[in-house]
């Protein structure tokens, strides 16, 4: 499999990496022979084979339905570059 | 050409627990802002998300009402993207395996006729949080509060074919959601979206055609018009030689127009992966049984049993039983008041409903409770008063002036059955109108009605009308 240039711009706009112009011919040879490696996986027979949707051989435990947290919102946005009357602010986002 | 419009919903509904679906924050609507928001909510390194037992039930409960199948094994899966509201930078979702599949909604039309609509599945997610773009010169402001409320995401199938389909079918999931108990219903507040998927396509032809997506459509009404708007719009491109495109659209209720709302280039890639924090959900039998022993009578069975008990129309039991509410209300009525209960539901659905609109109040703040109401139709069934005099007692039991009984009698209202007492006042009527008389002795009938009238009007309508009819007839023979 062979990923063009713009597969590439387009990977790295989903995870939000600024990359550079130059740099998209390497990666995308790179990101190709990473996909070609796990599409070995392609050949194996799984016809009987159940997706495993976890590695570990268990079930979800579930919680019960009570509120057992509590307000600590003034610690926590000690840690956020910018906040106005208790609202998280970040670059304005236009829809 | 003729065309056919095919519309499918995904309708999101926030559950009513209390707390979070994978935090033990709280999910009280109206808090201060990211007070409701913990280290999980706020996706934090390091934290893991633990499923809410109550929410799981909620998804049996309504999966049970629609007949669907429960999955005794369901996943939890990421679905990628970025924005502010969404701090982890993806939503737990269910892709794959979803909780709930395959059930149907049966939808009642206007004109009596039903159809049985295929619910594809709903799964178990996460809400966001909200953005507040005002305010803030070229800032937006984040509010997590709502991150991490249960959804439960319903989708249908391209079952419906025209706008009155998809509101019959949001109305009637939109009952039974508050029925189960699942979900408030509360569409100012967000906790009942709706998104419509829509296309159109020649008749008869079985291939579906492009579709367009509405997001969150917030009202029955606002559902109906921004399907029409496009259903006409998509006809007009594809008339004109155009094609539709495959898009996110914004319905605006100030314009009543659906806008594009993300451009192509932007074309979502979700990238789905099972979630390595949670394990697979698995549902036991045991789990199943005892969320169906707690489900209620649901709204088709009830009104089945209003039709066969109380002998309504299958139109005024649909209305009575449209809330879970209503319908009790009205069982109380018949109850305490042991009349009539077509009578029970003609109040019911007339009166009070109407004075529950005008002040805009729910059955459970009412002036008026079931007791006081069936204490009115007693007196109407007992002919202390007519129908008539009723609509005022009602409306001053309503003003809180007291009950039927004290306000009959506060205000002089009692019917007059004493025929000794309407006599004269039909003999004074007849004496004063010798023209009419006249005529109608002379043939002209219809003149009964006008002498009625006049005696009713003399005895402020507190005569029993049915008694001034055949008093009347008396005399005229005279």
């Not at chain 1, 070995?40 to 016809?47: S, V």
């Not at chain 2, 280290?39 to 007949?67: Q, T």
């Not at chain 2, 069975?301 to 509410?325: C, M, N, P, Q, W």
Request: glycine share 8%; net charge negative.
């Amino acid at each position: 499999m062979s990923l063009s240039p713009d597969d590439v711009r387009h990977i790295a706009h989903l995870a939000r990496l600024r990359i550079e112009e130059q740099d998209i011919q390497e990666y995308a040879g790179n990101l190709s022979r990473i996909v070609d490696f796990v599409d070995q996986l392609g050949k194996a027979d799984t016809d009987a084979v159940t997706p495993m949707a976890h590695p570990l051989e268990m079930a979800q435990r579930l919680r019960d339905d009570v509120v057992t947290e509590e307000n600590h919102r003034d610690e926590y946005q000690q840690n956020a570059p910018a906040t106005e009357a208790g609202l998280y602010l970040v670059p304005r986002v236009i829809e | 050409m003729e065309w056919e419009t095919v519309i499918g919903l995904e309708i999101h509904t926030q559950l009513q627990t209390s707390s979070k679906i994978f935090s033990g924050s709280s999910t009280a609507y109206g808090a201060e802002p990211n007070t409701q928001a913990s280290l999980i909510d706020l996706g934090y390194p390091g934290m893991l998300p633990v499923l809410n037992r109550e929410a799981v039930g909620m998804a049996v409960k309504l999966g049970l009402a629609i007949g669907a199948k429960i999955a005794d094994r369901s996943v939890f899966a990421r679905k990628n993207y970025f924005y502010p509201d969404l701090p982890k930078g993806y939503q737990i979702s269910q892709y794959e395996l979803p909780v709930v599949y395959e059930g149907t909604l049966d939808i009642e039309m206007d004109d009596g006729s039903t159809k049985t609509v295929g619910v594809t599945r709903a799964h178990l997610e996460e809400d966001a949080g909200k953005s507040l773009h005002e305010g803030f010169e070229t800032m937006t402001g984040i509010d997590l509060n709502r991150a991490g409320t249960p959804l439960l995401e319903i989708v249908s199938e391209p079952d419906l074919r025209s706008s009155a389909e998809a509101v019959a079918y949001m109305k009637k999931l939109h009952s039974l959601v508050r029925y189960l108990e699942i979900c408030d219903g509360n569409m100012q507040e967000g906790s009942f979206r709706c998104d419509a998927n829509v296309s159109v396509r020649p008749k008869g032809q079985k291939e579906f055609g492009t579709r367009t997506e509405i997001k969150n459509v917030n009202s029955f009404r606002f559902v109906e018009k921004a399907i029409d708007y496009e259903v006409e719009r998509q006809i007009d491109v594809l008339e004109s030689g155009g094609e539709v495109v495959q898009e996110t659209r914004l319905y605006d209720p100030a314009k009543g127009e659906t806008r594009s709302m993300r451009t192509k280039e932007e074309a979502n890639d979700y990238r789905y992966f099972p979630d390595p924090d949670l394990l697979p959900l698995e549902i036991e039998n045991s789990f199943v049984e005892k969320v169906r022993s707690s489900l209620p009578e649901l709204p088709d069975a009830k009104r089945e049993r209003f039709i066969s008990d109380y002998g309504l129309k299958a139109y005024d039991a649909g209305v009575l039983t449209a809330t879970r509410e209503m319908g009790d209300f009205y069982e109380a009525v018949v109850k305490a008041s042991g009349g009539d209960p077509k009578l029970a539901a003609n109040w019911v659905m007339g009166e009070f409903s109407g004075f529950l609109n005008k002040d805009g109040v729910e059955i459970a703040e009412a002036p008026v409770n079931a007791d006081a109401l069936a204490g009115l139709l007693k007196r109407i069934e007992d002919n202390t008063i007519s129908g008539k005099i009723a609509k005022d007692v009602f409306e001053a039991m309503w003003a809180g002036e007291g009950d039927a009984d004290t306000i009959i009698d506060k205000k002089g209202l009692k019917q007059i059955t004493d025929a000794s007492a309407i006599e004269p006042i039909i003999d004074d009527v007849l004496e004063k109108n010798p023209q009419q008389l006249e005529q109608y002795r002379a043939g002209k009938d219809k003149l009964f009605g006008f002498f009625v009238g006049q005696v009713m009007k003399a005895t402020k309508g507190k005569a029993n009308p049915q008694q001034v009819n055949e008093l009347l007839k008396e005399k005229l023979k005279g």
